[in-house]
């Protein structure tokens, strides 16, 4: 009995010591070299594996930047401060700042301000509300509000207010970009975050009839081009739109005085 | 000839409603002082405006020409003064549109005279004054009728199925036009035979509709054309079925009828081909049921195309409680409408008010795989499955698993349990796998 015991915990020490000397030799012999520097640059990087950068995960963005096929700028979501230290990493002169983008959402009909015009039943989704009669609401071009961009949003920075309108939460929004093909209205875009004025308006139809569907529509009154400086304000049809190379200041929201208040700071909406 | 009628798989039998307006003879929808004529009533590209606002035209005058070789004009439903304007359309958006004001007169354009020497027409010729009168599918679809009867030359066409299903519920349109003008369907036939050279024709009707099939048996008898009594079934009138009901044959999953030699056209639209070859008439006027429990006078009325919903309720004698949805075509496949102001377009069959308690309230809930929509999917498809894709956007496993042959008749939603909506869910797998495909 006893000796049974003793040779089964022999046996197995045995094998034990073999077969680690085994994988010890193998992990040296084929042995992967990485660049140390690979797992810094990730540790500098956001880490969120939003895909903004068009590649797979930070990981894989980490991997280029280090063999030199991307610099930090690729990444929508990282700071100046996490730039400046991958270039600092890799010995690389700190690269040209990096401006901030935001996600905006040009629209300010709720359901208040713009009502729907029939009632709608199906599936509370976006997408699939275009499809009948491409939505239910007055505006052809307004926000649906069932929050089919807030889903996409990895970092939860789209919410849907209680008036059923997207907004965006700029200290949450790292501009990775999801939501812009999120939205069937192509209402999302990308904007410097400095720039704090905005017509919350997409609709390109003519004022009167915007202004049977919805209170809170650019009507084209052309009252912001005035009292803004030149090329501040742009119009584009019966849409007045900020010229975000050469943005208004956010006073211009008191001095215009829109009639509509479709334009609005980004912290009043 | 008889012939041995299969039963295709699945499908539905809802309640069928026809008792309002079946027994209603046609009647002819008096002048109205404006009518709206929407140009784009057809699938394939918009038509070409001839006319600007200030413009007189006669009864039957092209207002729009083909604007592409799917495409199809449209004509003037009276004289009088033209005006271009927006208009809202069926399918929920501004369209451009005509609006004629009648001057009273409903003078015909010299263009609309009566051929005596019709039967010695070409195939060619016919479908030169088919294409010419804007013929469109008047069951629904609204596809343009020559572009069916012009099949590329390596397809060929042996049989012509007339569809008098008319299986949507509500329904008795094409049941009061084969009642009342026999000839007229068809000579139609024997014309659109004419066109595509085929010798067997078929007109499938169902078996509810007893007077409609002996009218059509007596009709014609001497005249190589077969009547086909079907099952009542749901949706015994949508193309492929009906192919395999009458022939056997069945279409290939994304194949047209064609590919199996086979070409189906409404009831309606072989009438209005009679009209447009014999007469000349383009299609300015259809039959269109006009039924539902809020109406009064539940019936069948020959509209112009471009007659206003509001006057249609009006012409009806009104409705006796509100109407909580108004739909244009059946409750199966038919579109909802928020305004009154949506003129009777080219392949309007119906006019459907319905009362609160009659639709569907209700929010969706989890599937529970019970596998009804499997049973009762004419297309073999498995609607609960393919939703539960397309809600996880998985858009290539759904068309892996054939959404793109969905028919949208909607026989899933009507059976759930869950009351999940499987015909939107379709749409917007559709919707994606076309776009993703762009």
């Known amino acids: 009995m006893f000796e049974l015991v003793v040779l089964s915990v022999g046996l197995v020490v045995c094998m034990g010591i073999l077969l680690g000397l085994g994988i010890g030799i193998t992990a040296r012999v084929f042995e992967v070299k990485q660049d140390p520097r690979i797992e810094l640059v990730l540790d500098a990087l956001p880490g969120a594996n939003c895909g903004g950068c068009g590649l797979a995960g930070c990981a894989d963005l980490a991997k280029a930047i280090v063999a030199g096929k991307q610099t930090a700028a690729k990444c929508p979501v990282c700071t100046s401060d996490g730039a400046s230290k991958i270039s600092e990493i890799l010995g690389t002169k ?30 509370k989704d976006c997408k699939s509300a275009i499809l009948v009669s491409s939505g239910a609401k007055g505006c052809k071009y307004g926000c649906l509000g069932f929050g089919t961009c807030a889903e996409a949003c990895p970092f939860d920075a789209i919410e849907i207010t209680d008036d059923g309108l997207a907004v965006v939460h700029s200290e949450l929004c790292v501009s990775c970009g999801k939501c812009i093909n999120a939205c069937p209205k192509n209402l999302i875009k ?3 975050e400095t720039v704090k004025v905005h017509v919350f308006c997409s609709s390109p139809e003519k004022a009167p009839v915007k202004m049977k569907v919805c209170k809170v529509s650019c009507i084209g009154c ?29 006073e211009l929201v008191e001095a215009s005085g829109c009639p509509t208040k479709c334009l609005r700071r980004t912290d009043d909406h | 000839m008889s012939v041995i009628v299969r039963h295709f798989r699945g499908g539905v039998h809802p309640r069928e409603g ?24 057809h699938i394939g590209a918009p038509p070409k405006l001839l006319v600007k606002t200030g413009d007189n035209v006669k009864k039957g005058q092209m207002l729009a020409e083909s604007g592409g070789f799917v495409s199809a004009p449209v004509h003037s439903p009276t004289s009088g003064k033209v005006k271009t304007v927006e208009w809202p359309g069926p399918s929920g958006t501004n369209m451009d549109a005509v609006e004629i004001t009648a001057d009273g007169n409903d003078e015909w354009d010299v263009s609309v005279k009566h051929d005596p020497n019709w039967d010695k027409l070409t195939g060619d010729d016919i479908n030169k004054r088919i294409a010419n009168a804007g013929i469109v599918g008047m069951g629904g679809a609204a596809f343009p ?41 068809v000579t139609g036939a024997q014309l659109l035979a004419k066109v595509l050279n085929v010798k067997k024709i078929y007109i499938g009707i169902e078996k509810n509709k007893s007077d409609a099939i002996e009218k059509l048996i007596i009709e014609s008898e001497k005249r190589n054309v077969v009547v086909v009594p079907l099952r009542v079934r749901y949706p015994q009138g949508a193309e492929k079925q009906l192919i395999y009901a009458i022939t056997g044959k069945e279409v290939p999953s994304g194949k047209l009828p064609m590919d199996v030699g086979c070409v189906v056209q409404n009831v309606g639209t072989a009438a209005a081909v ?37 006057k249609v309720l ?3 004698g009104g409705i006796n409680k509100q109407p909580a949805k108004i739909l244009l075509g059946g409750p199966m496949m038919g579109m909802s409408q928020y305004s009154l102001d949506v003129p009777i377009m080219k392949n309007a069959s119906g006019v459907l008010l319905l009362a609160k308690e009659e639709i569907a309230q209700y929010s969706s809930h989890p599937c529970i795989r019970c596998g009804r929509c499997v049973d009762v999917c004419p297309m073999s ?12 956007e998985n858009f290539d496993l759904a068309e892996y698993t054939n959404v793109m042959d969905c028919i949208e008749c909607g026989s899933c939603a009507y059976v759930c349990p869950a009351l999940r909506p499987l015909v939107q869910h379709m749409r917007r797998g559709k919707a994606e796998v076309i776009a993703n495909k762009k």
């Open chain 1, 94 to 123: 700190t690269g040209q700042n990096v401006v901030k983008n935001v996600a905006i959402v040009l629209c300010c009909g709720d359901n208040v301000n713009a009502k729907s015009v029939v009632g709608y039943n199906g599936i």
């Open chain 1, 190 to 192: 990308l904007v410097p």
């Open chain 1, 222 to 250: 052309r009252k912001c081009v005035k009292n803004a400086e030149k090329n501040q304000m742009l119009m584009k049809g019966f849409l007045a739109q900020v010229n975000y190379d050469d943005p208004p200041p956010p």
């Open chain 2, 18 to 41: 026809k008792e309002l307006s079946c027994s209603k003879p046609i009647q002819t929808a008096p002048l109205l002082d404006k009518y709206y004529v929407i140009l784009h009533q």
């Open chain 2, 145 to 185: 009728t020559f572009v069916k009867l012009s099949p590329p030359p390596d397809k060929k066409i042996d049989t012509l199925i007339l569809n008098g299903a008319e299986c949507e519920p509500y329904l008795t349109a094409d049941h009061r036009l084969m009642l009342e003008e026999p000839e007229k369907v």
């Open chain 2, 274 to 310: 009679r009209d447009a070859v014999i007469d000349n008439i383009p299609l300015i006027e259809r039959v269109t049921t006009v039924t539902g429990s809020t109406v009064c006078n539940p019936g069948n009325w020959k509209f112009r195309v471009g007659t206003p919903l509001s």
């Open chain 2, 314 to 316: 009006e012409l009806v």
């Open chain 2, 381 to 392: 498809l498995m609607a609960g499955t393919l939703s539960l894709m397309i809600e996880s």
